[in-house]
């Protein structure tokens, strides 16, 4: 393609990009499907790479790939992003209109704008000529952090404005909002880390807080994070009258303003605002702690002034605060699906903004002993949202000296197995096969494609056979008859023989298979591949001792020991022995032998090859003595790329990675 045409194609899908992302980020109104979208994104890519010298700052394919910071720059607000005064009374923003009228001399009602009080991080993005080229936290209101690259991540961030319908455009603008998370992402997020054994939030400001001051903008890209905009510092080259226009231009221009944000005739008519929206709060999406009361004209707030810390000209009327004290009568231990163990405060039935609260989670051991939560103590409770209700702090003035302090079990309180909490984690887990609280999520797991490949067996019908009694652990799935089934709802007898025929099939699988489908926490389908070279069968690796398996490479000290706490296990030792006795055999994988020609290497494939399927791929290079990961690093010894290669292929351009075609491949897998 010639420059010319490549530079006119770039710049035309850089606009449908933009335009869509707006749609869909800001508006909430997408046009296109994901996959029209991803179309759109991967020509652009192409084309980008094709012509390295034509990529900008402002494209859609540079929200992230920055390398990691070493320490976050300072910035210098051109006008200090003020705090607000706070009003927790209707008597108090009276006051405040008072004062207004009295020093504008004014008798007649004053016009606000009224908009809900975001709980989030205040920001400050810096556009020159239309481009975004700087973002900042508030800091102290004078310096704030640079997080730039962390708030390019953000897709309601627009990376270019779009022209208004007249075509007016700042020369430059300083836009300020709120970037938050909602209540539905927030719980996501920490149901993800509670699972991977990472620490949780305590709360959606929390987690905004802390995804924007990651140094790697990889991370924040992870994050589910939004903003809303509610004004603007310096502004060159446009102009206003009312704040109320100035929001009208930040969403012409392609930035997300709040929609419940209304002018209001007189404070009458704002604490009428206040009511609805608090009656409102529940149901929002977000985090709000209550509303912000602007006036709106703004030669009058040029009039009234500032303070050193805040304007004269607006005031945050908060919300009564969501926290209420209780005591704390036990501390119970829950079990999740994954076997997951969850301290769990039991108090005293409280009133918290108007809901009855009864529990509060703890999250873990390392929490409960921060905060030194005891059964008998009296606490402060907050609610947010629709989050569980978490203990905020101990009222340590009023113990008596009879509170307990809380000791996690060493068994499971369900089934009795190994409690173990693996190096380098906070969340302990029981390793039972035959737990109540886990059995389905097992059953489901063991029958998957890449496990035992039980075709038919889906969770449905496992929901069934577990609340029936059927199957109290996955060797019970070896005894089921086909009367068993026709038992079962909506399984007519076709497709009860079909299940029992793939259950017959499954009896014949290989060892890394077997592994994977065990479901012992932390061994993949990678690690079950890299066990089954070492060990001849799972009785072999059931006696294999801790230091035994830290000597083997890539079995670390968290995989050691989630390994012998699993088999050592007396329930998983009858589960196995119950598997054997049913007919399940497990076979090491033939290898022919071949060279290890890839030992010590680490290879990440990218598009779609033609020669082999990905997993086909994997495996030659598994074979080899390689490793297939992924994501690219600069630990990565190749990328693969195939036909419509994506993102990965430009970050091993950017990380110096070598990258191979498939012909290129295929000659290393033969050398």
Known sequence: MERQEAERQIEQLRQQLQYHNYRYHVLDDPQITDAEYDQLMRRLQELEAAFPDLITPDSPTQRVGATPLEAFGTVLHSLPMLSLDNAFSAAEVRDFDARIRRQLGQSEPIEYVAEPKIDGLAVELVYVGGLFVQGSTRGDGVRGEDITQNLRTVKTIPLRLIAAADGAMPQRVEVRGEVYMTKRDFQRLNARREEEGEPTFANPRNASAGSLRQLDARITAGRPLAMFCYGVGRVEGVTFKTHWDVLQSLARWG??????????????????????????REELPYEIDGVVLKVNALALQEALGTRSRSPR????????????????????????????????????????SGVEVSRASLHNPDEVARKDVRAGDWVMVQRAGDVIP???????????????????????PICGSAVVRLPDEV????????????????????????????????????????????????????????DDLLKLDRLADKSASNLIAAIQRSKQTTLPRFLYALGIRHVGEHVADVLAREYPDWQALQHAAYDELQGIHEIGPRIAQSIVAFFQDAGNQGVLEKLQRGGVRATPPQRPAVAQSM?????????????????????????????????????????????DAGSKLEQARKLGVSVLTEDEFQALLSS
Request: charged share 30%.
């Open 599 to 643: 030992r010590g290497k680490t290879l990440v494939f990218t598009g779609e090859l033609q020669t082999y399927t990905r997993t086909e791929a994997k495996r030659l290079v598994e074979a080899r003595g390689g490793r297939v990961t992924s994501s690219v690093s600069r630990h990565t010894s190749y990328v693969v790329a195939g036909a």
């Open 313 to 352: 000209w607006a005031l945050a009327y908060k919300f009564e605060p969501k926290q209420a004290v209780t005591r704390v009568k036990e501390i119970a231990v829950q079990v999740g699906r994954t076997g997951a163990l969850t301290p769990v405060a039991l108090l005293e039935p409280v009133q918290v």
């Open 427 to 482: 969340v302990p887990r029981c390793v039972g096969l035959t737990c109540p609280a886990k059995l389905k999520e097992s059953i489901v797991h063991f029958a998957s494609k890449r496990a035992m490949d039980i075709d038919g067996l889906g969770d449905k019908t496992v929901d069934q056979l577990v609340e029936r009694g059927l199957v109290k652990d996955i060797g019970d799935l070896y005894s089921l008859t086909k």
């Open 255 to 280: 930035f997300r303003i709040n929609p419940h944000g209304e002018k209001c005739q007189g404070i009458e008519a704002a604490f009428a605002y206040y009511e609805r929206l608090r009656e409102q």
């Open 390 to 412: 978490e203990i905020v702090e101990v009222l340590k003035d009023r113990r008596t000296g009879q509170e307990k302090p809380f000791e996690m079990p060493p068994r499971c």
